[in-house]
Protein backbone atom coordinates (compact mmCIF):
# COMPACT_ATOMS: atom_id res chain seq x y z
CA UNK A 1 0.00 0.00 0.00
CA UNK A 2 1.61 3.36 -0.97
CA UNK A 3 2.00 5.81 1.80
CA UNK A 4 -0.67 8.41 2.08
CA UNK A 5 -0.01 12.05 1.90
CA UNK A 6 -1.11 14.33 4.58
CA UNK A 7 -4.08 16.13 4.60
CA UNK A 8 -3.18 19.46 3.65
CA UNK A 9 -6.24 20.34 6.37
CA UNK A 10 -4.73 18.27 8.82
CA UNK A 11 -1.52 20.10 9.34
CA UNK A 12 -3.44 23.30 9.90
CA UNK A 13 -6.29 21.47 12.31
CA UNK A 14 -3.05 20.70 14.30
CA UNK A 15 -1.37 23.90 14.49
CA UNK A 16 -4.39 25.17 15.88
CA UNK A 17 -5.02 22.41 17.91
CA UNK A 18 -1.70 23.01 20.04
CA UNK A 19 -2.29 26.81 20.07
CA UNK A 20 -5.89 26.17 21.53
CA UNK A 21 -4.39 24.56 25.13
CA UNK A 22 -2.66 28.08 25.62
CA UNK A 23 -6.33 29.61 25.27
CA UNK A 24 -6.77 31.52 28.54
CA UNK A 25 -3.23 32.60 28.41
CA UNK A 26 -4.55 35.43 26.57
CA UNK A 27 -5.50 38.94 28.96
CA UNK A 28 -7.82 39.52 26.71
CA UNK A 29 -9.95 36.71 27.46
CA UNK A 30 -8.77 37.83 31.28
CA UNK A 31 -12.55 37.29 32.17
CA UNK A 32 -11.83 32.83 31.80
CA UNK A 33 -9.33 32.08 34.64
CA UNK A 34 -6.40 30.00 34.07
CA UNK A 35 -7.33 26.46 33.91
CA UNK A 36 -5.53 23.05 34.89
CA UNK A 37 -3.24 21.85 31.80
CA UNK A 38 -4.52 18.60 32.03
CA UNK A 39 -5.42 17.33 28.87
CA UNK A 40 -6.49 13.34 27.51
CA UNK A 41 -3.75 11.48 25.51
CA UNK A 42 -4.70 11.99 22.03
CA UNK A 43 -3.94 8.09 21.65
CA UNK A 44 -6.47 7.94 24.06
CA UNK A 45 -9.09 9.94 21.78
CA UNK A 46 -8.43 8.35 18.71
CA UNK A 47 -9.35 5.32 20.35
CA UNK A 48 -12.39 6.30 21.67
CA UNK A 49 -13.61 7.90 18.34
CA UNK A 50 -12.81 4.52 16.63
CA UNK A 51 -14.12 1.73 18.67
CA UNK A 52 -17.57 4.00 19.23
CA UNK A 53 -17.45 4.36 15.03
CA UNK A 54 -16.80 0.52 14.79
CA UNK A 55 -20.05 0.00 17.87
CA UNK A 56 -22.10 2.19 15.80
CA UNK A 57 -22.02 0.26 12.51
CA UNK A 58 -22.18 -2.73 14.40
CA UNK A 59 -18.99 -4.38 13.93
CA UNK A 60 -17.05 -6.62 15.75
CA UNK A 61 -12.94 -6.17 15.23
CA UNK A 62 -13.10 -9.23 12.83
CA UNK A 63 -15.44 -7.81 10.53
CA UNK A 64 -13.67 -4.60 11.00
CA UNK A 65 -10.38 -6.66 10.02
CA UNK A 66 -12.40 -8.22 7.04
CA UNK A 67 -12.98 -4.67 5.59
CA UNK A 68 -9.92 -2.68 6.52
CA UNK A 69 -7.25 -5.40 5.54
CA UNK A 70 -5.74 -5.00 9.33
CA UNK A 71 -5.63 -7.69 11.76
CA UNK A 72 -8.33 -8.10 14.68
CA UNK A 73 -5.56 -7.44 17.23
CA UNK A 74 -3.71 -4.51 16.03
CA UNK A 75 -7.37 -3.08 16.31
CA UNK A 76 -7.83 -4.32 19.55
CA UNK A 77 -4.57 -2.32 20.46
CA UNK A 78 -5.69 1.11 18.17
CA UNK A 79 -8.61 0.72 20.12
CA UNK A 80 -7.50 0.54 23.36
CA UNK A 81 -4.71 3.54 23.28
CA UNK A 82 -1.73 1.11 23.15
CA UNK A 83 -0.49 1.39 19.93
CA UNK A 84 -0.09 4.71 17.82
CA UNK A 85 -2.11 3.89 14.84
CA UNK A 86 0.16 4.93 11.19
CA UNK A 87 -1.11 6.74 8.57
CA UNK A 88 -1.55 3.49 6.68
CA UNK A 89 -3.65 2.12 9.39
CA UNK A 90 -6.24 5.63 9.91
CA UNK A 91 -6.51 5.53 6.14
CA UNK A 92 -7.52 1.85 6.32
CA UNK A 93 -10.20 2.25 9.39
CA UNK A 94 -11.35 5.70 7.88
CA UNK A 95 -12.17 3.91 4.77
CA UNK A 96 -13.82 0.92 6.53
CA UNK A 97 -15.95 3.06 8.71
CA UNK A 98 -16.49 5.92 6.28
CA UNK A 99 -15.37 8.53 8.61
CA UNK A 100 -16.67 12.12 7.90
CA UNK A 101 -13.55 14.42 6.21
CA UNK A 102 -13.66 16.85 9.12
CA UNK A 103 -13.09 14.20 11.54
CA UNK A 104 -10.38 12.34 9.47
CA UNK A 105 -8.70 15.52 9.45
CA UNK A 106 -8.89 16.05 13.14
CA UNK A 107 -7.75 12.89 14.24
CA UNK A 108 -4.59 12.45 11.61
CA UNK A 109 -3.49 15.96 13.17
CA UNK A 110 -3.87 13.50 16.65
CA UNK A 111 -2.44 10.87 16.04
CA UNK A 112 1.17 13.05 14.88
CA UNK A 113 0.95 15.36 18.05
CA UNK A 114 3.69 13.15 20.27
CA UNK A 115 6.05 14.08 16.49
CA UNK A 116 5.20 17.40 16.14
CA UNK A 117 4.41 18.78 19.63
CA UNK A 118 6.58 21.92 19.21
CA UNK A 119 5.70 24.60 21.73
CA UNK A 120 3.44 26.68 20.63
CA UNK A 121 4.15 30.41 19.66
CA UNK A 122 3.42 33.11 22.68
CA UNK A 123 0.15 34.34 22.52
CA UNK A 124 -0.21 38.70 22.57
CA UNK A 125 -1.16 40.53 25.12
CA UNK A 126 -4.18 41.48 22.85
CA UNK A 127 -5.67 41.16 19.71
CA UNK A 128 -3.49 43.39 17.26
CA UNK A 129 -4.86 46.76 16.09
CA UNK A 130 -3.92 45.32 12.26
CA UNK A 131 -6.38 42.47 13.27
CA UNK A 132 -9.15 44.37 13.99
CA UNK A 133 -8.59 46.74 11.08
CA UNK A 134 -8.90 43.56 9.13
CA UNK A 135 -12.15 42.43 11.13
CA UNK A 136 -13.73 45.40 10.82
CA UNK A 137 -13.31 46.14 7.03
CA UNK A 138 -15.32 43.21 6.24
CA UNK A 139 -18.88 43.78 5.50
CA UNK A 140 -20.47 40.53 6.15
CA UNK A 141 -21.03 38.94 9.73
CA UNK A 142 -16.99 38.00 10.84
CA UNK A 143 -15.40 36.90 13.91
CA UNK A 144 -12.27 35.82 15.39
CA UNK A 145 -12.43 32.53 17.11
CA UNK A 146 -10.72 29.51 18.96
CA UNK A 147 -11.55 26.00 18.16
CA UNK A 148 -12.43 23.77 19.21
CA UNK A 149 -14.14 25.61 22.15
CA UNK A 150 -15.26 28.06 20.16
CA UNK A 151 -14.33 30.77 21.80
CA UNK A 152 -15.28 34.19 20.14
CA UNK A 153 -12.46 36.19 20.97
CA UNK A 154 -13.73 39.53 18.36
CA UNK A 155 -16.76 40.76 16.02
CA UNK A 156 -17.31 42.98 13.67
CA UNK A 157 -20.46 44.79 13.73
CA UNK A 158 -22.08 43.18 10.87
CA UNK A 159 -21.84 39.99 13.44
CA UNK A 160 -23.37 41.85 16.14
CA UNK A 161 -26.32 42.30 14.08
CA UNK A 162 -26.86 39.15 12.88
CA UNK A 163 -25.87 37.17 15.84
CA UNK A 164 -27.12 39.21 19.35
CA UNK A 165 -25.04 38.45 22.74
CA UNK A 166 -22.86 36.20 20.22
CA UNK A 167 -19.95 38.37 21.67
CA UNK A 168 -16.19 37.64 23.97
CA UNK A 169 -18.63 37.27 27.02
CA UNK A 170 -19.56 33.57 25.87
CA UNK A 171 -18.92 30.60 23.61
CA UNK A 172 -20.81 30.08 20.45
CA UNK A 173 -22.18 26.34 21.82
CA UNK A 174 -23.37 28.46 24.85
CA UNK A 175 -24.88 31.21 22.77
CA UNK A 176 -26.35 28.22 20.41
CA UNK A 177 -27.89 26.54 23.79
CA UNK A 178 -28.57 29.25 25.94
CA UNK A 179 -29.24 32.14 24.31
CA UNK A 180 -33.02 31.98 22.99
CA UNK A 181 -31.80 34.21 20.11
CA UNK A 182 -29.82 31.84 18.67
CA UNK A 183 -32.96 30.00 17.70
CA UNK A 184 -34.65 33.11 16.36
CA UNK A 185 -31.71 33.45 13.97
CA UNK A 186 -30.27 30.08 13.14
CA UNK A 187 -33.07 29.05 10.68
CA UNK A 188 -31.47 25.50 10.86
CA UNK A 189 -30.72 25.70 14.44
CA UNK A 190 -31.26 22.10 15.53
CA UNK A 191 -29.28 20.74 12.53
CA UNK A 192 -26.38 22.93 12.98
CA UNK A 193 -25.83 23.13 16.94
CA UNK A 194 -26.16 18.98 16.89
CA UNK A 195 -22.83 19.25 14.66
CA UNK A 196 -21.32 21.49 16.29
CA UNK A 197 -21.60 19.99 20.07
CA UNK A 198 -21.09 16.53 18.39
CA UNK A 199 -17.71 18.06 16.71
CA UNK A 200 -17.05 19.27 20.63
CA UNK A 201 -17.55 15.93 21.61
CA UNK A 202 -15.13 14.29 19.28
CA UNK A 203 -12.51 17.32 18.82
CA UNK A 204 -11.73 18.82 22.49
CA UNK A 205 -10.27 15.25 24.04
CA UNK A 206 -6.41 15.20 23.38
CA UNK A 207 -6.74 18.94 22.37
CA UNK A 208 -8.58 21.29 25.39
CA UNK A 209 -8.00 20.64 29.28
CA UNK A 210 -10.23 18.46 30.48
CA UNK A 211 -11.54 21.04 33.45
CA UNK A 212 -12.25 23.20 30.07
CA UNK A 213 -14.27 20.05 29.03
CA UNK A 214 -16.17 19.87 31.95
CA UNK A 215 -17.01 23.02 32.24
CA UNK A 216 -18.47 23.88 29.65
CA UNK A 217 -20.15 20.69 29.24
CA UNK A 218 -21.97 21.70 32.40
CA UNK A 219 -22.97 25.17 31.57
CA UNK A 220 -24.74 23.65 27.91
CA UNK A 221 -26.04 20.27 29.78
CA UNK A 222 -29.31 22.36 31.38
CA UNK A 223 -30.34 22.40 27.47
CA UNK A 224 -33.04 19.87 26.91
CA UNK A 225 -31.85 18.96 23.58
CA UNK A 226 -27.94 18.53 25.38
CA UNK A 227 -28.31 14.67 25.67
CA UNK A 228 -29.39 14.02 22.36
CA UNK A 229 -26.91 16.06 20.49
CA UNK A 230 -24.17 14.82 22.52
CA UNK A 231 -24.62 11.02 22.29
CA UNK A 232 -25.75 10.79 19.05
CA UNK A 233 -23.80 11.11 15.66
CA UNK A 234 -25.66 14.24 13.12
CA UNK A 235 -25.62 14.21 9.60
CA UNK A 236 -22.10 15.44 8.86
CA UNK A 237 -21.51 16.98 5.54
CA UNK A 238 -19.63 14.91 2.95
CA UNK A 239 -17.59 17.42 2.09
CA UNK A 240 -17.09 20.50 3.30
CA UNK A 241 -16.28 22.75 -0.11
CA UNK A 242 -19.89 24.04 0.64
CA UNK A 243 -20.95 24.79 4.18
CA UNK A 244 -24.29 26.25 4.07
CA UNK A 245 -26.12 27.93 6.58
CA UNK A 246 -29.38 30.07 6.89
CA UNK A 247 -30.20 32.82 8.99
CA UNK A 248 -32.62 35.41 9.51
CA UNK A 249 -31.80 38.99 8.32
CA UNK A 250 -31.41 41.29 10.78
CA UNK A 251 -33.87 43.91 9.24
CA UNK A 252 -36.29 42.31 7.13
CA UNK A 253 -36.80 38.82 8.87
CA UNK A 254 -36.12 37.53 5.35
CA UNK A 255 -34.01 34.05 5.17
CA UNK A 256 -30.64 34.51 4.14
CA UNK A 257 -28.48 31.92 3.32
CA UNK A 258 -24.57 32.23 3.87
CA UNK A 259 -21.52 30.36 3.06
CA UNK A 260 -19.45 30.06 6.33
CA UNK A 261 -15.35 30.37 5.48
CA UNK A 262 -12.97 29.80 8.48
CA UNK A 263 -9.76 31.83 7.60
CA UNK A 264 -5.99 30.68 9.53
CA UNK A 265 -3.59 32.97 9.30
CA UNK A 266 -0.25 31.60 8.15
CA UNK A 267 2.12 35.03 8.34
CA UNK A 268 1.80 36.32 10.61
CA UNK A 269 1.27 33.36 12.70
CA UNK A 270 -2.86 33.68 14.74
CA UNK A 271 -3.79 30.88 17.32
CA UNK A 272 -7.38 32.03 15.99
CA UNK A 273 -9.23 31.72 12.90
CA UNK A 274 -11.45 34.24 11.08
CA UNK A 275 -14.90 33.17 10.90
CA UNK A 276 -16.63 34.62 8.22
CA UNK A 277 -20.59 34.34 6.43
CA UNK A 278 -20.73 35.56 2.82
CA UNK A 279 -24.36 35.46 1.32
CA UNK A 280 -24.94 32.79 -1.43
CA UNK A 281 -25.44 34.76 -4.41
CA UNK A 282 -26.06 31.67 -6.92
CA UNK A 283 -28.80 29.56 -5.84
CA UNK A 284 -31.96 30.19 -3.92
CA UNK A 285 -32.74 30.01 -0.19
CA UNK A 286 -34.53 26.73 -1.31
CA UNK A 287 -31.64 25.12 -3.13
CA UNK A 288 -29.28 25.84 0.07
CA UNK A 289 -31.69 24.56 2.82
CA UNK A 290 -31.71 21.00 0.52
CA UNK A 291 -28.21 20.67 0.37
Known sequence: MDSPALPRPAVRIFANAVRSVKLDDCPSLSHRRKEDRDVEDSHLAIAR??????????LTRVALSARAGISPALIQKIEQGSRTPTLEALTALFDALDVP????????????????GSP?????????????????????????????????????SAWTRYFPGLDTSTTLLEWMLLD????????????QVHLCVYGFRVMSPGVVPKERIDRLFAACAVAEEWERFWTTEPDVPSHL????????H????????????????????????????????????RDAANQ
Open 250 to 285: PDTGAAVAMTMQVHDSIVPRREWSLVTFCPLLDGSV
Open 120 to 156: AADIPSDIPTADLVLLNSISYPASLQMYTTYDVVATN
Open 49 to 58: YLRERREAAG
Open 241 to 248: DRPVQRFR
Open 180 to 191: PRSREVMLDWDK
Open 101 to 116: ALFRDHLVSLSLADRY
